[in-house]
């Protein structure tokens, strides 16, 4: 059954708020080897069980003792490696010890080997040491469940695991970690006018940048992509790939054929073989967006010109994906930074630019705004989030949403 589509422009944080209202966590989860999970969502907390580090043990390389005998030439009664056992330490005596090795029971302060002076003793073996610093009790020693204990929750349910959450999973000794079921993401792109690089160019015809930049930002989110290529501008051509990505696909993404063009097939298509929820957006780039559902997929369509594609993504898309993997975070953090520049003809839009960090800090913008030069957001750094009607003038502070949040 379809619906009409709301004719005024709906601004962005109402369609965000209904894109993650229509969006939930997919059922399913997997268990995967922890070097396997980069990039997957935490379906379950994961609990330490042991204390990090077991034991205290050594910050650096150096001498064990009691603070107390610092003031004496000690004795040096063991050499303690990482990884070894360590024998208690009796009143008196001081140990060799290097860097993450465990402290001998009697211990209480590690100084540091270039605060000290080795003495040879021909009736030690291991020698005699003198301090040569003051002592701080307690220096230089890293206490057992000091960055983890045994029992806490390491990583929540819903943390999206990179790099180092895999390391804290692999310091708390998790070899495997549960994660919910990867999205899978039907993709196309619709337009007689695109051919795929490699091809040759003909007259009138362009290559398909959206193709590539939409799966590397859908993979580089932990989802299976499902790659239906280009679609002529033909409404039966649109029904038939829409019909088999629904089928397929728990998400379908296109780009191109959500405008109101004579050979803009999608939103009819849509309506036709389900619903349209969301139609046209109050910003620039990215205002022919669409939403809506076919069958039981999500069906999200993108405007066709690179940056409106890209914006509408990052703004949009990105969220409602890492919703669908049960992530509890999907905002990107945005800064406070001064314009280096003016913009003195604000659209009647909510606003998106292309703009670089430069060495002051500030913010410079691309010389072309266009929402078809892919080369601004190459670039750029990041976008500037400007209201409607806003001016900027040089040194006023703006909102910046780095990419380095947006395409993470």
Same mark, same amino acid.
């Given at each position: 059954m379809?619906?009409s589509p ?5 601004p962005?944080?109402d369609a965000?708020?209904?894109? @993650? ?6 059922p ?6 922890t070097?396997a ?5 935490l379906a ?5 069980p042991v ?14 003792? !009691?603070?107390?005998?610092a003031?004496q030439?000690?004795?040096v009664t063991? *050499? ?9 330490l009796?009143? &008196? ?8 090795a465990?402290v001998?029971? &009697?211990?209480?302060? /590690?100084?540091?080997?270039?605060h ?6 021909a ?7 003198r301090?040569t ?5 307690g220096?230089?020693?890293?206490? *057992? &469940?000091?960055?983890? *204990?045994?029992?806490?929750v390491?990583?929540a349910?819903?943390t ?14 998790a070899?495997?970690?549960r994660?919910?079921?990867? #999205?899978?993401?039907? @993709?196309?792109s ?6 795929m690089p490699?091809? #040759? ?9 959206n193709?590539?930049t ?5 993979e580089?989110?932990?989802?299976e992509v499902?790659? @239906? &290529? ?12 829409l019909r ?9 993404v296109t ?6 063009g ?11 073989e ?11 780039p990215?205002k ?6 076919v ?6 369509g993108?405007?066709?010109? #690179?940056?409106?594609s890209l914006v ?8 409602a994906?890492l919703?669908?993997?049960g ?9 406070? @930074?001064?314009a280096?520049?003016?913009w003195?003809? #604000?659209d *009647? !839009?909510?606003?998106f630019?292309? /703009? ?6 500030a ?6 705004q ?9 670039w750029a750094?990041?976008?500037?989030d400007n209201?409607?009607?806003?001016p900027?003038?040089?040194?006023d ?5 780095p990419?380095?949040e947006?395409?993470?």
């Open positions: 379809s619906e709301k004719k005024s422009l709906t962005l944080d965000l708020a209904a894109l @993650l209202a229509y969006f939930s966590p997919l399913g989860q997997e268990t995967l080897p070097q999970a980069r990039g997957r969502v379950e907390d994961l609990v330490s204390n990090v580090p077991p034991e205290d043990n050594s910050a650096m390389d150096g001498y064990a003792l !009691r603070a107390t005998d003031g030439l000690l004795p063991q *050499r303690i490696a990482a990884g070894q056992p360590p024998q208690p009796a009143p &008196g005596e001081a140990a060799r010890i290097f860097t993450g465990q001998p029971a &009697g211990a209480d302060t /590690v100084v540091m080997q270039e000290t002076e080795a003495l040879p003793d009736a030690l073996p291991l020698g005699r040491v301090i610093e003051a002592v701080s009790l220096s230089a020693i890293r206490r *057992r &469940g000091e960055d983890v *204990r045994a029992g806490e390491v990583l349910a819903g999206r695991l990179d790099a180092i959450s895999l390391g804290l999973a692999a310091t708390a000794g070899a495997q970690l994660v919910t079921r990867r #999205p899978r993401v039907a @993709l196309f619709t337009g007689d006018e695109l051919v490699g091809e #040759p160019l003909p007259p009138g015809a362009i290559y398909n940048s193709r590539y939409l799966r590397a930002l859908i580089g989110l932990g989802c499902l790659d @239906l &290529g280009i679609v002529p501008d033909r409404l039966d051509a649109t029904r038939a790939a088999e990505a629904a089928g397929r696909a728990d998400v379908i780009s191109g054929g959500v405008s109101v004579e050979e803009d097939h999608l939103r009819p298509v849509v309506q036709a389900g619903r349209l929820e969301l139609w046209q957006l109050s910003i620039k990215g022919p967006f669409a939403y809506g559902r069958g039981q997929a999500h069906f999200v993108l405007p066709g010109n #690179p940056v409106s509408t993504f990052l703004l949009l898309v990105r969220p994906l919703k669908l993997q992530a509890t975070r999907w905002q990107p953090r945005r800064w406070r @930074l001064p280096a520049f003016e003195s003809r #604000p *009647r !839009r909510r606003e630019l292309r /703009v670089r960090v430069n060495e002051a800090g913010l410079e913008l691309f010389s072309n266009s929402s078809g030069v892919l080369t601004s957001a190459f750094d990041g976008l500037i209201p409607a009607g806003q900027i003038a040089p040194g502070l703006v909102s910046f949403l990419f380095s947006l395409l993470a």
